[in-house]
């Protein structure tokens, strides 16, 4: 039997999640990234769709310690933190300690720390969080082999007396270009099953179905497709059942000057034909 790593319980599904959000940006934005020698990344934004939200962001890579993250927003309501990630403690663990001005469970200034240890055939997580009147605990954990994995994760409010909130489980088999998932969300309340497939170097596609478990009559289908059209552009489209949403991005880079546009828009056909989001980004620089 060979080695096998199974993913965090928070990274099940991974694969698909990453198809159906990442580059759907219906804002209208403007971003530029310098990556120095030293392993400092310096990244500026601004987003021109919610009130002109301006965003700097630092990033500093030690090799000997980790990763070190710093980012502030102009608008309070979106939060500034500061994360140190340790990666090399000892193998196989991996700590992150965040402090955060607006935490979206909390909603108020939170501070965390994350714990993650991998190793062969097992794979442990514990979040602490805290906003010093209330405080969180996730636990979670996944075995697995041969490309099967197995997980659960508990919620645990510390400060009402060890209660638990939420559990979850899941389960995930996987492959080089393709993963297959089936795993609970909100308390169990949700059930997903999931599904991604590396067509080809320049295909991939998924499916999702969500089916809400005290109801069986709310459920939803997601289909998504990613492609490489050529080494500069790339495209991805996404449709949602039944409420028609049909979202679309498209992804061109430029040489020289060196910038990285994405054209993203969003159709609801159960309520007209034409978009109900738009969004241009522009991304200057190291991206």
Request: aromatic fraction near 12%; hydrophobic fraction near 35%.
């Amino acid at each position: 039997m060979s080695k096998f790593n199974p993913p965090a319980f928070k990274d099940f599904s991974k694969s698909s999640k990453d198809l159906f959000k990442k580059k759907f940006d219906f804002t209208h934005s403007f971003k530029t990234i310098h990556k120095a020698s030293n392993g400092l990344t310096l990244e500026t934004g601004s987003n021109f769709t919610e009130n002109y939200k301006g965003t700097i962001k630092a990033k500093k890579v030690c090799k000997d310690l980790g990763e070190f993250e710093a980012e502030a927003n102009t608008d309070a309501s979106t939060e500034s933190k500061f994360t140190a990630k340790f990666t090399k403690l000892t193998p196989g663990l991996t700590l992150t300690t965040s402090a955060s001005t607006f935490d979206k469970d909390f909603k108020k200034p939170s501070v965390s720390l994350d714990a993650g240890y991998r190793q062969d055939y097992v794979t442990l997580g514990l979040i602490g969080k805290s906003d010093l009147a209330q405080a969180k605990l996730d636990a979670s954990g996944a075995v697995g082999f041969d490309g099967f994995s197995i997980g659960a994760q508990a919620v645990i409010d510390l400060t009402k007396g060890f209660e638990t909130t939420e559990s979850n489980v899941g389960l995930e088999y996987s492959q080089a270009d393709f993963t297959a998932s089936l795993y609970t969300e909100k308390n169990s309340d949700l059930l997903n099953a999931s599904y991604f497939h590396k067509l080809n170097s320049t295909t991939s596609v998924g499916a999702q179905l969500q089916v809400d478990v005290s109801n069986s009559n709310k459920r939803s289908l997601t289909f998504g497709l990613e492609h490489q059209l050529d080494s500069e552009t790339s495209v991805k489209s996404k449709a949602e059942f039944p409420s028609g949403v049909v979202s679309t991005s498209i992804e061109h880079r430029l040489a020289n000057p060196k910038v990285q546009f994405t054209v993203g828009t969003q159709f609801n056909f159960n309520k007209s034909y034409t978009a109900e989001k738009f969004g241009i980004g522009a991304t200057f620089g190291d991206f």
